[in-house]
Structures are given as C-alpha cells and as structure tokens.
C-alpha cells in the first residue's frame, strides 16, 4: 500500500494575520486535509498534516504543538488509538478535537470515553470547524481556578495546574482536571450535570450530560488506578455528583 500523499495547503497565512498556533492534523484523505489546512491556515495557524498514524506519533514526538485534529479510520490504525495515548503520555492536556464520518452517538461518546475534547462529523463546515478550533484553543489557555479547601488524599498543586492523590500524581486531562477541581471546591454538595458543564465546558458548549457522565468515568478509573480500593466521587441518581 503505498502512503497518502498530503497536500497541504500552499497558501500562507497573510502577514496581517497574526500566529494563533500549531496544530496536528491527521487525516488520510488528500482533499479533505488540503481544505482543512486552508482553512486553518488562512485564521493564522500553522498545520501540520499526516496521512498515517506513525507519522503522527513522530510529529508529536518532535514538536508539541497547541492542538491535535484526528480522522478516526486511517490505513493503519484508528485516530481514537493515538487519543487514548497521549492522554497516559506527558500531552494528556493536549486539546484534541475528533473528525469522523461517524456520526452516531455511540461514536461520539466512545471518542470523548478515550478523551478526545470535542468530536465533530463529516460532512461540517468550514466555519463552525474553525469556531470548534478556536473554542477549545481559548479553553486550554484560560486559568484554572485553583481555590480548593483541603480534601483527604487529594492535593492541589502549581495553582491548580495539577493535582495528587495520595502522592500520586494525575495524569488529567484539562476536562478531568476542572471537573475535579470543581468537586473538590465543594466537598459534599452534590453537583447537577449541567452545572459541571457549565463550570467545565462553557455556557456555548455543544455537549449533554453524557458528556458529563463519559468524563467523570475516566476521572475515576485514574483515581482507581492510585487506589483502588477508594472511589470518593458518588453518583447521585437524577441528580448530579459529590466529593465525598
């Protein structure tokens, strides 16, 4: 099988426009990568595009960049396999956003259960993939709020960048880390889905409680991992949440 060839856009961004950031795309399908690097290119920010999955995991290897954009079916492999990897590797915070032809909601919630920040279905249009883009780039580099009273097993680290659980810790996603953050400045009270994604997400955010309940999971099997014989976050049926 012979490699995808990726042709990036040769438009450059015009010097009026000023650099809003690096971005990862990985997509097989010429057409479909050329228009979004256009696109992308032309709102002032850099791509880099891939065609397979190897030559994504160098990439990301060699330079960081600000986001990641991930076809799911590639020659060889799934987009989703390398989302799940960088959320156990040092850019678990890395904002990632899911393109797929898949469209049902069992696709969308099995992406954002391997940690993707948003999925957004084939056929979509230039301008709400850019609106996406700049969504999730402004979210990641807003502060996290960092005010959290003390709960047993947990410490709250570098302004609420980072957070331990007995001495372990967390490899959090930023979506991980504000839902935590949000239950752990509130030990007790129970919190509705919609308030976490109010808190976490947005007021703007194209999400539902699943997406709530789809985090929350994979926040807790990281908890599990440290101590599994814990599991302080409760679920209050019809209602929400709490830090116990």
């Known amino acids: 099988m012979s490699t995808p060839s990726i042709a990036t856009s040769s438009a450059t961004s015009p010097s009026s426009v000023p ?124 502060p996290v709020a960092s005010t959290a009273p003390a709960v047993a097993g947990f410490v709250v680290e570098a302004e609420g960048s980072r957070v331990r659980f007995h001495g372990e810790l967390l490899p959090l996603t930023r979506r991980e880390l504000g839902l935590l953050l949000r239950l752990l400045k509130a030990p007790g009270r129970i919190h509705s889905r919609d308030s976490l994604l109010d808190a976490v997400w947005g007021m703007d955010a194209d999400s539902g409680d699943r997406t709530v309940d789809t985090h929350i999971k994979t926040l807790r099997a990281k908890l599990r991992q440290v101590r599994p014989d814990l599991d302080p976050i409760r679920t209050h049926r019809g209602m929400g949440y709490s830090l116990e």
């Open 19 to 142: 650099f809003a950031g690096q971005i990862l795309l990985l997509e097989d399908d010429p057409a479909i990568a050329q228009t979004v690097s256009f696109v992308l290119e032309r709102e002032g920010y850099r791509v880099r595009a891939c065609g397979w999955l190897h030559e994504a995991r160098s990439a990301l290897a060699s330079n960081a960049p600000d986001l990641a954009i991930l076809d799911v079916g590639l020659p060889d492999g799934n987009g989703l396999d390398l989302c799940r990897e960088l959320r156990q590797g040092p850019l678990a915070r890395l904002p990632v956003l899911v393109l797929s032809a898949r469209s049902e909601e069992g696709d969308k919630v099995l992406g954002l259960e391997l940690g993707a920040d948003d999925y957004l279905a084939k056929p979509f249009s230039n301008r709400e993939l850019v609106a996406r883009v700049r969504a999730l780039l402004r979210r990641a580099q807003a």
